[in-house]
C-alpha cells in the first residue's frame, strides 16, 4: 500500500489498489446492497473508494470511517474533489475495536450494510472479533455485513501469492495474517448470522456477506 499526498495542502491519499479492485467490488456490492439506506464502511482508507462507491450508488448514504487521523482527512479531501460535501456525511474516526461505536443517530441502530475492505488481514484478530459482533448488533435484519480480503480455505492458501503475502504480513506484525475463511464463518454464526454469501474475486481475494 503506497499512500502520499498529491501536493501541499491536498490531503487525498492514492491507494494503488483502490484502482484495480474498485470496479470488481463494486459489481457485487451492486448484487448485494439494498438501493437506498445507510452503509457504514470501516478500515475506509484513503477513501477512494468511498466516494467511487458513493457516485455507484446514489440511493444509498455512504458514511466513511477509520481511526487514523490522515485517512479521516483524505477520505474529506476526495469527498471535497469529487463534488460529495453536500451528500456524503464527514468521515468518522471509528476503531472497530472501540465498542459500542459512537454513530451519528442517523446511522446509529439500524445499518442496512457495514463494508470492510481489506481490513482484517492487516489488523489484528481481535478486529475482526469486534468489526462482526458490533455489525450483529447494528445492521437491520437481512442486512449484509460485506468482508473484502484474502482468505485461506480448508487451512490452505489460495495461491502463491497469498502465501508470500501472508509471510510478508507477519513478518510485519505477528498479530497480522491471511485468514482462514471458517474462522470468520464460526465467528459469524456466533454472532447469530445465519445467511452467506460468497464471490470470488480478481488477484486471489474474496467477498463474503453475512446476514441474519
Ligand atoms: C490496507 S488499508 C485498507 C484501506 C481501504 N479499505 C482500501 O481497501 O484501500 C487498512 C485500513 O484499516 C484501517 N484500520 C486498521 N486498524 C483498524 C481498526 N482497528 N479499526 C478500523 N480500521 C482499522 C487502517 O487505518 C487502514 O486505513
Not at 65 to 85: E, F, N, R, T
Request: proline share 7%; charged share 20%.
Amino acid at each position: 500500500m503506497a499512500d502520499w499526498p498529491v501536493s501541499e495542502g491536498d490531503r487525498r491519499l492514492f491507494f494503488p489498489a483502490t484502482q484495480r479492485n474498485q470496479a470488481p467490488i463494486a459489481e457485487v456490492l451492486a448484487h448485494w446492497l439494498p438501493r437506498q439506506g445507510q452503509v457504514l464502511e470501516v478500515a475506509s482508507g484513503s477513501g477512494e473508494h468511498a466516494v467511487a462507491f458513493q457516485r455507484r450508488f446514489p440511493g444509498i448514504t455512504w458514511q466513511a470511517s477509520d481511526p487514523d487521523q490522515d485517512h479521516c482527512s483524505s477520505v474529506q479531501a476526495w469527498i471535497q474533489h469529487a463534488g460529495l460535501k453536500g451528500r456524503m456525511p464527514r468521515p468518522l474516526q471509528l476503531d472497530v475495536r472501540t465498542r459500542p461505536w459512537a454513530l451519528p443517530l442517523a446511522a446509529s441502530d439500524a445499518l442496512d450494510a457495514v463494508v470492510a475492505i481489506n481490513l482484517i488481514h492487516i489488523a489484528a484478530w481481535e478486529c475482526c472479533e469486534s468489526l462482526v459482533a458490533e455489525a450483529a448488533q447494528r445492521l437491520k435484519p437481512g442486512a449484509p455485513l460485506v468482508i473484502y480480503g484474502p482468505f485461506r480455505r480448508g487451512g490452505v492458501h489460495i495461491s502463491e501469492s497469498n502465501e508470500a503475502f501472508d509471510q510478508s504480513l507477519r513478518s510485519r506484525c505477528a498479530d497480522w495474517g491471511v485468514r482462514d475463511l471458517e474462522s470468520l464463518e464460526s465467528l459469524a454464526s456466533d454472532c447469530g448470522f445465519t445467511e452467506q454469501r460468497l464471490e470470488l474475486m480478481p488477484a486471489n481475494n474474496l467477498m463474503v456477506a453475512f446476514s441474519r
